[in-house]
């Protein structure tokens, strides 16, 4: 269960006096306090890792190519693009990343650890799926959506048009676009 959860609605621009305000200033100080507590999060479940397999890490791009899979003992990663979109995926140590992306898309997957992150994205929306440590990560962007979704070992994150949840310790997942985010640790 989150121990945080919000959502921010947007609200229109009032008038007071002839003076039109907006509360964007407030809206961008709260994402970047939850981007600097995401980061950290990342950053905390990098160090501590997970994974004790040794397999070479693998990366994947498309374009160049149209599907991109590589494989190296048991890290696995995919890529795939159609159209303008632009995806990357990479694992390590028994991690599965998977990206795909169209329609001037990007799409970024992370995996290590035993971890499994997805990440779709269309219509110019950005994906941003990291598993650290054995964890599952699921984003999905559309039509100008950004959004990150974080999971650190036995946990679980998705960000997309439907919402957020984060499941287990160690995950955290905001959906940029509405404001809506959950960490749960």
């Given at each position: 269960?989150?121990?945080?959860?919000?959502?921010?609605f947007?609200?229109s621009?009032?008038?007071?006096?002839?003076?039109?305000?907006s509360r964007?200033?407030?809206?961008?100080a709260?994402?970047?306090a939850?981007?600097?507590?995401?980061?950290g999060?990342?950053?905390g479940?990098?160090?501590?890792?997970?994974g004790?397999a040794s397999?070479?890490p693998?990366t994947c791009v498309?374009?160049?190519?149209?599907?991109?899979?590589?494989v190296?003992?048991?890290?696995?990663?995919?890529?795939?693009?159609v159209?303008?979109g632009?995806s990357?995926?990479?694992a390590?140590?028994?991690?599965?990343?998977?990206?795909?992306?169209?329609?001037?898309?990007?799409?970024?997957?992370y995996?290590?650890g035993?971890?499994?992150a997805l990440?779709?994205?269309?219509?110019?929306?950005?994906?941003?799926a990291?598993a650290?440590?054995g964890?599952?990560?699921r984003?999905g962007?559309?039509?100008?959506?950004v959004?990150?979704?974080?999971?650190g070992?036995g946990?679980?994150?998705?960000a997309?048009?439907?919402?957020?949840?984060?499941?287990?310790?160690?995950?955290?997942?905001?959906?940029l676009s509405?404001?809506q985010?959950c960490?749960?640790g």
């Amino acid at each position: 269960m989150p121990l945080i959860s919000s959502v921010w609605f947007r609200r229109s621009s009032s008038r007071v006096s002839g003076i039109s305000s907006s509360r964007l200033g407030g809206r961008l100080a709260r994402t970047g306090a939850v981007m600097t507590v995401g980061m950290g999060l990342a950053a905390g479940l990098a160090l501590t890792g997970a994974g004790a397999a040794s397999a070479a890490p693998v990366t994947c791009v498309s374009p160049p190519s149209a599907n991109d899979i590589q494989v190296s003992e048991t890290a696995s990663c995919g890529a795939q693009s159609v159209g303008a979109g632009r995806s990357q995926a990479g694992a390590a140590e028994s991690g599965t990343a998977v990206s795909v992306a169209a329609d001037n898309g990007y799409s970024n997957s992370y995996a290590n650890g035993f971890g499994t992150a997805l990440g779709a994205s269309r219509g110019n929306g950005q994906a941003q799926a990291f598993a650290l440590g054995g964890g599952i990560a699921r984003a999905g962007a559309a039509d100008g959506n950004v959004t990150f979704a974080i999971a650190g070992y036995g946990a679980g994150a998705t960000a997309d048009a439907n919402g957020v949840d984060c499941v287990g310790v160690l995950s955290f997942a905001v959906n940029l676009s509405n404001g809506q985010f959950c960490i749960a640790g």
